[in-house]
């Protein structure tokens, strides 16, 4: 078993910050990618940020400059820094890992329940 948990979401005020972390539990073999997605409503869902085996390193354009992300020397933790926030930002934002648990043969994707971020005055 592999589970993605999920915090740090809520409401902030547009300039303010929010840091979310994505911890992956479980029967974990091997993590080769791990990134943050959003989706807001009447939009596709989006990857915001993600790190992948090699140490690269993407980052959507609208967050670049705002955004950051850190992952644990385990590969098991990634966290999502968020600067600036405006309005735009709000959306569900989720985890999601692509690695292999010790009980499967093959690389399976997971994602975490969502977390919802919503920026207002």
């Known amino acids: 078993q592999v589970q993605l948990l999920e915090s740090g979401g809520g409401l902030v005020q547009p300039g303010g910050s929010l840091t979310l972390s994505c911890a992956a539990s479980g029967s974990i073999f091997t993590i080769n990618f791990m990134g943050w997605y959003r989706q807001a409503p009447g939009k596709e869902r989006e990857l915001v940020a993600s790190?992948?085996?090699?140490?690269?390193?993407n980052y959507a354009d609208s967050v670049k400059g705002r955004f950051s992300i850190s992952r644990d020397a385990a590969g098991s933790h990634l966290d999502l820094q968020m600067d600036s926030l405006q309005p735009e930002d709000t959306a569900v934002y989720y985890c999601?890992?692509?690695?292999?648990?010790?009980?499967?043969?093959?690389?399976?994707?997971?994602w975490g329940q969502g977390t919802q971020v919503t920026v207002s005055s």
């Open positions: 999601h890992a692509v690695g292999r648990g010790w009980g499967s043969p093959s690389s399976l994707n997971y």
């Open positions: 790190w992948q085996s090699g140490g690269i390193i």
